[in-house]
């Protein structure tokens, strides 16, 4: 624990007064996120207005009728853990020696000095000049609007964390700090050496990986197991040479069970925690619950997951964990149970969230006991792992019943119409494999959990649940008839049970729908069409990922009318089970300027193609497929091509690279279909990598 807060030389009562003080300011920060139940008592949910008053987040996010702001997650970097401190102690020395010499190692200069730390992502540049400056600094957007008059006639020291490219310095940074007072530092992070070069630094600091000691050392104290067991794992070997000493690396392999983000949300929003002061409906509450998770991020209290530069989830740390369980006992906000209790004794009467975890109940280890688990005033109930799931009789005022991978017989739903409170009802992985009728008596239910279930068919009174906001089915539900009668639904994942010529006309009831993931079967060129149609209707959708049984190649009446899409917010689009003849117009970045990942086959692949979709500004993983036109040899992708963000390339076209395209790509994925590529003359395949240190020449055989 002590790593937390000190290097290895600091007193001990210093240490733990630090701890204590790190410790106190966690919990307050976590007092003030604890988000609020909303103040009125309509038929959405009732709860204590006194407790939307005593806790008060409203003024921590923005509000609903507001514009959007993009929340820049890099700012967690500045907050660091206690295993980001490993190995921290002799580069930190190093950088602050650097820092207290003057220019040209003068001490009494009074001349700007700037110092760069070097080195790839991952390797902890951000968490080493916070070490070295101890400060926390303004995020960049305010750095640059308040940099000028904030620094006027002081003397100062200032961190410059990952610059990409040394125009940003002489164009904007740099001029902030022309006029400001001689003798300050600047220390300035970049992962390239020559931007270094480019911005006249007077002294370069190369970040080294850990070393081994320190990659074992790192990765014990995040997974809790002692070093004496990892020194002759071979598996634990294996993936700190992956890792290669890269502290994000082992830190990602170390870290919690994934938590998804959406779910998250709806959890929330089913115990009347998400709160808006707006009448524009369901969708309001799901965006007021995402602001509360980029809080959440903000503070440290959570570690973002992104896929595609799409945030999906979080991780939350141990020390967290423990703390946020600490104060929920405090206050009676939950009880938690789990398989190291013998014996579990809960308040009589008092318990509003219970949560079991991890507990069997087995002749070889003795049975667990439960005193009196009706509990009347209880709005939630979860359990994950567990045969002891209680009956759902004993909670009459139930808001969330939430199970995950727990033995309950096929009958315990029987009486589930009996919670006319119930919001959130998740059966994950408890292979119940029928839903009874009465769910449809559930008419405030929001959210339905079905998947690794093995349910096959929904039952006709769910069309009457108008408040249905998330659906998510298993890989067996088949899609009803008459789906688009629940129009608020916001959330929608069905997989093969979705097909025909009705899911494809129904999808486009469904205006509302944010998130779209749906495996269809489509049988002919009418219902293609039906399904373009479809999506050209979801204007407010935000991820559509549309996978085919097989691959569908549409032909060229289909796309008359061409496909249209209305949906200016949408960041996910995933079409690639979908061969169409040509680009489809309305993927441009006028029309889609929020895209972060796209996923497109085409029937011929223009150069001009490349040159559109290179012009999506936060465009960060891109597959893309389909053969050039006759008579050309390849697509060339250049410097002036765009695609300056993309991060992530999968592709299986003729694609050829000149330098400086793609400047911040880091994964490529490169399909070959030998047949396609060889010529029969030099069995040769020039990608014309030109600085790729991976290869520049691949030749089959």
């Given at each position: 624990?002590?790593?937390?807060?000190?290097s290895?030389?600091d007193?001990?009562?210093d240490?733990?007064?630090?701890?204590?003080?790190?410790?106190?300011?966690a919990?307050?920060s976590?007092?003030?996120m604890?988000l609020?139940p909303?103040?009125s008592?309509?038929?959405?949910?009732?709860?204590n207005?006194?407790?939307?008053?005593?806790?008060?987040?409203?003024?921590?996010?923005?509000?609903?009728?507001?514009?959007?702001?993009?929340?820049?997650?890099?700012?967690?970097?500045?907050?660091?853990?206690?295993?980001?401190?490993?190995?921290?102690?002799?580069p930190?020395?190093?950088?602050?020696?650097?820092?207290?010499?003057?220019?040209?190692?003068?001490k009494?200069?009074?001349k700007?000095?700037?110092?760069?730390?070097?080195?790839s992502g991952?390797?902890?540049?951000?968490t080493?000049?916070?070490?070295?400056?101890d400060?926390?600094?303004?995020?960049?957007?305010e750095l640059?609007?308040?940099i000028?008059?904030?620094?006027?006639?002081k003397?100062?020291?200032?961190?410059?964390?990952?610059?990409?490219d040394?125009?940003?310095?002489?164009?904007?940074?740099?001029?902030?700090?022309?006029?400001s007072?001689p003798?300050?530092r600047i220390?300035v992070?970049?992962?390239?050496?020559?931007?270094?070069?480019?911005?006249?630094?007077?002294?370069?600091?190369p970040?080294?990986?850990?070393s081994?000691?320190?990659s074992?050392?790192?990765l014990?104290?995040?997974?809790?197991?002692e070093?004496?067991?990892?020194?002759?794992?071979?598996?634990?070997k294996?993936?700190l040479d992956k890792?290669?000493?890269?502290?994000?690396?082992?830190?990602?392999?170390?870290?919690?069970?994934?938590?998804?983000k959406?779910?998250?949300?709806w959890r929330?929003?089913?115990?009347?925690?998400?709160?808006?002061?707006?009448?524009?409906?369901?969708?309001?509450?799901?965006?007021?619950?995402e602001?509360?998770?980029h809080?959440?991020?903000?503070?440290?209290?959570?570690?973002?997951?992104?896929?595609?530069?799409?945030?999906?989830?979080?991780?939350?740390?141990d020390?967290v964990?423990?703390?946020?369980?600490?104060?929920?006992?405090?206050e009676?906000?939950?009880?938690?149970?789990?398989?190291?209790?013998r014996?579990?004794?809960?308040?009589?009467?008092?318990?509003?969230?219970?949560?079991?975890?991890?507990i069997?109940?087995?002749?070889?280890?003795?049975?667990?006991?439960v005193?009196?688990?009706?509990?009347?005033?209880?709005?939630?109930?979860?359990?994950?792992y567990t045969n002891m799931?209680?009956p759902?009789?004993?909670?009459?005022l139930?808001?969330?019943?939430?199970?995950?991978?727990?033995?309950?017989?096929?009958d315990?739903?029987?009486?589930?119409?009996?919670?006319?409170?119930?919001?959130?009802l998740?059966l994950?992985?408890?292979?119940?494999?029928?839903?009874?009728e009465?769910?449809?008596?559930?008419?405030?239910?929001?959210?339905?959990?079905?998947?690794?279930?093995?349910?096959?068919?929904?039952?006709?009174s769910?069309?009457?649940l108008?408040?249905?906001?998330?659906?998510?089915g298993?890989?067996?539900?088949?899609?009803?008839?008459?789906?688009?009668?629940?129009?608020?639904?916001?959330?929608?994942r069905?997989?093969?049970?979705?097909?025909?010529?009705?899911?494809?006309?129904?999808?486009?009831?469904?205006?509302?729908?944010?998130?779209?993931k749906?495996?269809?079967?489509?049988?002919?060129?009418g219902?293609?069409r039906?399904?373009?149609?479809?999506?050209?209707?979801?204007?407010?959708a935000?991820?559509?990922?549309?996978?085919?049984?097989?691959?569908?190649?549409?032909?060229?009446g289909?796309?008359?009318?061409?496909?249209?899409?209305?949906?200016?917010?949408?960041?996910?689009?995933?079409?690639?089970?979908?061969?169409?003849?040509?680009?489809?117009?309305c993927?441009?970045?006028?029309?889609?300027?929020?895209l972060?990942?796209l996923?497109?086959?085409?029937?011929?692949?223009?150069?001009?193609?490349?040159?559109?979709?290179?012009?999506?500004?936060?465009l960060?993983d891109l597959?893309?497929?389909?053969?050039?036109?006759?008579?050309?040899d390849?697509?060339?992708?250049?410097?002036?091509?765009g695609f300056?963000?993309?991060?992530?390339l999968?592709?299986?076209?003729n694609?050829?690279?000149?330098a400086?395209?793609?400047?911040?790509?880091?994964n490529?994925?490169?399909?070959?279909?030998?047949?396609?590529?060889?010529?029969?003359?030099?069995?040769?395949l020039?990608?014309?990598?030109?600085?790729?240190?991976?290869?520049?020449?691949?030749?089959l055989?």
């Amino acid at each position: 624990m002590a790593a937390l807060t000190r290097s290895h030389g600091d007193n001990d009562d210093d240490s733990l007064a630090r701890w204590q003080s790190g410790f106190a300011r966690a919990r307050r920060s976590w007092l003030a996120m604890r988000l609020p139940p909303p103040s009125s008592t309509s038929g959405n949910g009732s709860t204590n207005p006194g407790r939307h008053e005593r806790y008060r987040v409203d003024h921590l996010v923005e509000k609903t009728h507001g514009a959007t702001s993009t929340i820049n997650l890099r700012i967690s970097a500045l907050l660091k853990k206690a295993s980001d401190l490993i190995g921290i102690d002799e580069p930190r020395d190093t950088v602050i020696d650097m820092l207290s010499q003057g220019k040209n190692n003068d001490k009494f200069s009074k001349k700007v000095k700037i110092v760069c730390i070097v080195g790839s992502g991952g390797l902890g540049k951000t968490t080493l000049a916070k070490a070295a400056a101890d400060t926390m600094g303004l995020t960049a957007d305010e750095l640059i609007i308040r940099i000028c008059e904030f620094l006027d006639g002081k003397r100062w020291f200032i961190v410059v964390d990952d610059i990409w490219d040394g125009k940003i310095w002489v164009e904007a940074i740099e001029q902030a700090f022309v006029a400001s007072n001689p003798g300050s530092r600047i220390i300035v992070t970049t992962r390239k050496s020559e931007v270094a070069k480019n911005i006249g630094v007077d002294e370069q600091y190369p970040i080294q990986p850990l070393s081994e000691g320190y990659s074992k050392m790192l990765l014990s104290k995040i997974s809790g197991i002692e070093d004496k067991l990892l020194d002759h794992d071979d598996v634990v070997k294996k993936i700190l040479d992956k890792c290669d000493g890269v502290p994000l690396a082992i830190t990602a392999i170390a870290k919690d069970d994934y938590v998804d983000k959406n779910m998250l949300i709806w959890r929330w929003i089913a115990e009347g925690l998400v709160h808006t002061e707006t009448e524009n409906g369901n969708n309001d509450l799901f965006k007021v619950g995402e602001r509360y998770f980029h809080e959440l991020i903000s503070r440290c209290l959570i570690q973002p997951i992104e896929d595609g530069g799409v945030l999906v989830g979080c991780h939350v740390h141990d020390f967290v964990l423990h703390l946020i369980r600490e104060l929920s006992r405090e206050e009676d906000f939950v009880s938690v149970l789990d398989g190291e209790q013998r014996s579990l004794s809960l308040p009589q009467g008092k318990v509003r969230r219970l949560a079991l975890q991890n507990i069997l109940d087995t002749k070889n280890r003795g049975t667990v006991k439960v005193d009196d688990l009706r509990m009347p005033v209880a709005r939630s109930f979860n359990a994950m792992y567990t045969n002891m799931v209680t009956p759902t009789d004993g909670f009459e005022l139930l808001r969330v019943l939430a199970l995950e991978y727990c033995w309950v017989k096929e009958d315990y739903l029987k009486l589930i119409g009996k919670l006319r409170h119930l919001r959130y009802l998740g059966l994950t992985g408890t292979r119940i494999r029928n839903l009874p009728e009465e769910v449809g008596h559930l008419k405030f239910l929001q959210t339905l959990m079905l998947h690794e279930t093995g349910i096959e068919e929904l039952p006709r009174s769910l069309e009457q649940l108008t408040q249905l906001m998330c659906l998510r089915g298993d890989e067996k539900t088949r899609v009803p008839e008459w789906i688009g009668k629940l129009t608020s639904l916001l959330e929608l994942r069905m997989y093969p049970g979705a097909e025909g010529k009705c899911f494809v006309q129904e999808l486009g009831k469904l205006r509302h729908i944010r998130v779209l993931k749906a495996e269809i079967n489509l049988k002919d060129e009418g219902e293609e069409r039906d399904l373009l149609e479809s999506l050209s209707k979801l204007e407010e959708a935000e991820s559509i990922v549309v996978s085919t049984m097989g691959v569908i190649k549409l032909r060229e009446g289909v796309m008359q009318p061409i496909l249209v899409l209305n949906c200016k917010n949408v960041r996910v689009l995933d079409l690639r089970a979908l061969i169409f003849p040509r680009r489809p117009a309305c993927i441009n970045a006028q029309d889609l300027p929020e895209l972060n990942k796209l996923s497109l086959c085409v029937g011929v692949l223009e150069q001009d193609d490349v040159q559109i979709i290179g012009m999506f500004q936060q465009l960060l993983d891109l597959s893309i497929s389909g053969p050039v036109p006759d008579g050309c040899d390849s697509i060339i992708v250049s410097s002036e091509a765009g695609f300056q963000n993309l991060a992530t390339l999968s592709y299986s076209a003729n694609i050829k690279f000149v330098a400086g395209a793609m400047p911040r790509l880091e994964n490529i994925k490169l399909w070959i279909n030998a047949y396609d590529v060889l010529d029969v003359r030099n069995h040769v395949l020039d990608l014309d990598w030109e600085t790729s240190t991976l290869f520049s020449k691949s030749r089959l055989s």
